[in-house]
């Protein structure tokens, strides 16, 4: 792999950049791999990456139905923070957190992390302690948070109006080590960095069934073929539902829209990240400055990739009375992704009752975030045959033994 | 120069000028002006700055798509960034001002990028600002933020006002152009309800600019007669300047109609929102011209042909003195005809195709065009306008042949049906090889909720491409829209026009076609973004094959115009780069709005006060009046103190709850919710609900009782009253009424349907008042009326009667430990009920409180409180309330779920009180440690504190906590660190969690 | 913004007046069953890209729960129907099958 750099760029201007190689190549599938991994976006793409980086597993293929990244990786509103109350969560998303501190020099790949800040707005005094036990918490995790006063929040964020009639706010949790990346550029990273190692992104390729003998899986049947495997890896998000189908067996989770919008492009005006969760609704500015805004999830199963337009009316309508100069703002764009919501909104990694068959889904709201995290865990699962610590928590044992990881209690924050 | 034509404009109206200020220049145009062609009327051909390489910009378009021309328009309360020339209405007073420069448009610092262009191709930021790592935060993305963006940010709130409307209707039809007129006659005449809106401010779009008859009519007197027959039906509703900015699933539309744009601060709303509901939408929008890409392709002065066309047709106004047509299809002819008769030279129409012979070429040689087929541009000369073209062969490799003087140029790449509303819900499209452009593929239209196609598109907007096509396709489309949705069958004929022959396009999509890698640098196509067809390339070459990474990672189409404009130019590029066929790449996904709607029109009235309805109580008014610190509940406010003045709010909840213990306290209770159940088989129900036995409440009295989710999780509490044989009240927590109310109504509706239960929601009915303290039975007394001794209502009963005037049921329950009575009496009678209540406890020291005082007060009791002893994880028994949960009945809400494994491990932390050992308040939210780490190197925690006051009664800290084997470890000190930066650990000891009056004395008086 | 009829009102129900309560006919599981029966009757769910019979409330309406058959890929409605059933009503089975041989029917 020929490294990017300034000198690089230097260097193929002075021939119209006709010498630029193939970020990552495009193989024709192999009849056998050591693992298979079923979904070429951020949490497939890493979970191959740490498969090699740090297990030294290279005869690796990922398998993806579209293009690489072309799922909730390249959706989403790009967020990075590890604020969260468990402590399984919140070891997994500082992981995850600190990996994308390094990202770009780990991978060559300039990902943008921005470690601008994040901060939750508490907007009731159900919200303010909720906030205050979340910063206890973090404290004792490791993980660097504060509750900050309404001044405070004022001086990060200018444009907000923290005196609104109906919702002032009362303080918020910061996180000044969380921030923003560029989420294309984590999955086009890591996929470039897979290819060097000689593992085979194969695009445009869906799995049709999953092949067993003896209650263990052998192999893939594929659009291009069929792929033996010595162990397969399902990372396929929303339509980990549908996978697990094909291999017989359910999962405690079910898949819905999840919506998300940008405004034109404008000069900065908002430097951290703000999330509301009383008003529901969070923003930020992207470098190229469109304001990034997400939304709420439908209250129904669905594939499509769009959503209702109330949720978008709702978010909009909390943001204007949050920041009320973005009023005379228009809105670019909105989408829908596909999101896997489990049965406490916490995700699941580990084995499945499938031998040899290991499943990474139901990150719901937080996939983004956790790609690094998830990956590492996950590889580690592969590899080993057995979830490490970071993964042991979340897997699929938990539902029927009552013990969840459920986010959503401090002050009603979901991912 | 561009300037104002003497003659000419059929939307303008030169008697009524228009003053409007540009970039603090005074400038004029007329009514009906576009800001565009006002702009260009007084030569001001500079517009903008680009958004990578702050190249000049100017107008390319004459409409929606535009990418180049956005303006800062108005100031103050009501400035708006990235505002298009091209679809703002002219107004007396117009105040914009160009963006995305520093420090003046004529001058940019930041066009230092344009001669660095070389070295910032796609896709650049990814492949260095990598080291040092702290960099990227510091020192990169700081500049790229500051040079990036377009308009400025707004620095006031937003006076303007803005509506949403609701709308039902048979049909809806996008777009008033012709296509649109006659759909809309063909659906009108059926009778079928219509509803038909315009994005501009006029009728016909724009095929009056381009000649022909209709019924043998003129153009615009066809347009005139169509809009007069609408207009004369009942069932046609026609709505210009509303724009449709998205269909979305099952027939609904949003419609964003710019009222008052044009005439701000008349006292309208700016924006209304319709949001419509339809059974069938005819999209007669149109299509969009596409540029030619060739080198310097993107200096002001190159334009739409159709768009030279528009601003002299419709405005009267000329881009240049003398314009070069380049096209590779005959409408570009259409503009050199067009500019000649209107008095301007056009020393050459460059056409592509190897040979121009249809009838439009011959026209243009009969009117005296030098005519050049198979020629191209080679490259356009010019800074920040257009100064010449120099002129090669397009099968060549761009030597030139000759250099041709020229202050504008016109480009006609043939054109693209506008597919978005088509698109939005799924309809698919194909390739239409002849005309090089996708349109809507009929057989696979978007789909509503029978599952039958509800999309139908008409004239250009189809593919539709001359004016009798046009005009036959949108009739037959608004019968067909029509009929779906149970119109009648119409026999009348639709409009007809004379077809014309047209020489096919060649679809050309870079000129010349060997144009080399210098050359290839220099053709734009996504103008605004600064995507070049180099770039495009680059992508292709490093593996972005995916339209998608394409899009992605050279931002092409990602500007606020959409791509419009280049998003098939983009296409043709990648494909030809991938060696593979247009509709094997496939395009992106066309996601509303069709152009960006303002956030105001989304939010609506929904504002301030209004953001979310409030609900008050019956004494709402009073707690106000009296200076109460409301705070939310749900979407009641609630009264959290009644401090006087001077006092702080601490102060204020201290001086209630020791007001309350001593003396007589007033608590409006009557947000708390009232549930009544009743039917012969309610017993059976209640013990269903409710962890405890239910059923076997004698009449007349009390019972607190729990509920869980399925889950087996605490979720409610509240008293529980038998009122009759068949009849319960149960009351909930405030924010849990509608909650509690709808789970029941779920498990009597889908699970046991076959039992005789109702259940109603009298929250509202009932104003309920907490009457506390020592001196409660007296100030009741002194109202007089029912007997409240002691005897006759002891602890944990109630009873109906009078008192004073009110109808009251009486309730002898305490979340306070004090005597105390809880009293609801009918909502109207709440306010008097309350007045009376203060006007008779004067003498016994009575004083209203508030949620704080009522929540220490609770605490002092160690009585729990849902949302802060529980937040969803925590069970009955982490709380001791074993005692409230039946261990007789077989089955009840979360029965099971309390069995598994996890529910019934003794590790789980469990309630016990907390006092400090110095006195302090423990923090809200701390956890204890515990010695070590857990596998994630975290501090192991042992505990948590649920909830933390000072007890005025008390005179110092007491808390409550869960902790790990904790009623086992009464007396033990625990730890628990504080994070306010002292790095300070605070001691607790484990106690009872009842503070106060620990065997309930004061209650059972 | 999907719309639904009430079967009890009749109503076309924007999805603003609706409540979407999950997958329709599960089978409640108490004290007794196994721990397996009651993980799946808890949180086991059909996820379907297609035909997906489920649960509504018109909440901002008459208040009933009723039952859908919709596709989650296409969000075309087949039917509506009250929720006072252990399964889908036949007809609407045959109807949706009808339509998509393909699918496997309501199991």
Redesign the interface.
Known sequence: MRRYSAFAIAREAARYHTGWERAWKSPKPKKKYDVVIVGAGGHGLATAYYLGKNFGITNVAIIEKGWLGGGNTGRNTTIIRSNYLQDPSAAIYEKARSLYETMSQDLNYNVMFSPRGVMMLAQTEHEVRGYERTAHANALQGVKTEFISPQRVKELVPIMNINGPRYPVLGALWQERAGTARHDAVAWGYARACSDMGMDIIQKCEVTGVRQANGVVTGVDTTHGQIDCDKLAMVVAGNAGHLADMAGFRLPMESVALQALVSEPIKPCIDVVVMANTVHGYMSQSDKGELVIGGGTDGFNNYTQRGSFHHVEETVRALVETFPIISRLKMLRQWGGIVDVTGDRSPIIGKTPLGNCFINCGWGTGGFKSIPGSGWAMAETVAKGEPGSLAAEFGLNRFSEGRFIDESVAAGVAH | MSTRLAQGGRLIDRSKPKNFTFNGKRMKGYEGDTLAAALLGEDQMLMGRS?KYHRPRGVVASGAEEPNALVNLGQGE?????QRVTTTELFDGLYATSQNHWPSLEFDVGVVNNYAA??L?AG????????P?AA??HVF?PI???S???????????V?RYEHYYYHTDVVIIGGGVAGLASALAAGRSGAKVLMMEQTHHWGGRAAVDGGEIDGQSVDAWIDAAVAELEGMENVTLRTRMMAS?V?????V?GYERVADHTPGDGRPRHRLW?I?TKQIVTATGAIERPLSFAGNDIPGVMLASAVRDYAVNWGVSIGDRTVVVTNNDDGYRTALTLKEAGMEVPAVLDARAEATGPLAEAARAAGIRVEAGKAIAKVHGGKRVTGVSVCLQAGEGSTLEEIKCDAVAMSGGWSPVVHMWS???GKLIWDEAQAHFRPDPNRAP?????EAFVVTAGTASGAMSLAETLEDAYAAGKAASKAAGGKAIRKAGPKAEAEAEQPMAPVWIMPQGAG??KR?KMWLDYQNDVKV?DVQ?AA??????V??TK??T?LGMA?D?GKLSNINGLAVLSDALDQEIPTTGTT?F???YT?????A???E????I??P?RRTPMHQWHEDAGAYM???GHWRRP?CYAKPGETNEQAVHREVLNTRENLGLLDASTLGKLIVKGPDAGKFMDMMYTNMMSNLAIGKCRYGLMCS???FLSDDGVVARIDEETWLCHTTSGGADRIH?WM??WL???W?DWKVYVANVTEQLAQVAVVGPNARKVLEKLGGMDLSKETLPFMQWADGKIGEFDARVYRISFSGELSYEIAVPASQGRAFWDALLEAGEEFGVMPYGTECLHIMRAEKGFIMI??ET???VIPQDLGLNWAISKKK??FLG???Q?????TDPERWKLVGLETLDGSVL?????A?GEGN??????N?IG?VTSTYYSPTLKKGIAMGLVLHGPDRMGEVISF?T?DGSNTVIKARICDPVFYDKDGEKQNV | MLILECPYCGVMADETDLHGGGEAHLKRFGPGSSDDDFETYLFHRKNPKGVHFERWRHVSGCGKWFHAARNTMTLEVYGTYPAQTYEPPKDLVAKIKKKHPEWGGYE
């Open positions: 958004f009501r400035f708006e960034p990235n070389r070295f191709p650049f930021y990814y492949k260095t600002f990598m080291a790592k990227w935060k993305e790229i933020r500051k990036a963006g377009l308009g400025q940010v707004p620095t006031e709130a937003d303007d998205g979305y699933d099952h027939g609904y949003l949001r509901r939005h819900c799924g789909t509503s909720h029978d599952g890698p210098q640098m180099s680059l070459r490093e593996g972005y094959e995916s998608e990474h992605r990672y931002t606020t959409q996904t996601r509303p709005p960006p709607i303002s956030f105001g989304i939010a609506g929904a504002r301030h006060e953001f979310q409030i705070e939310p509940v959290y399925e889950n087996g709808a109504e779920e509706q889908t699970e349907w949302g802060d937040d969803g994880t077989e089955d029965k099971r779920a069995q598994r494994s996890h529910m923090p809200d939210g701390a956890y440690v857990n596998v994630h190197g975290q501090r925690m948590r660190p994070v």
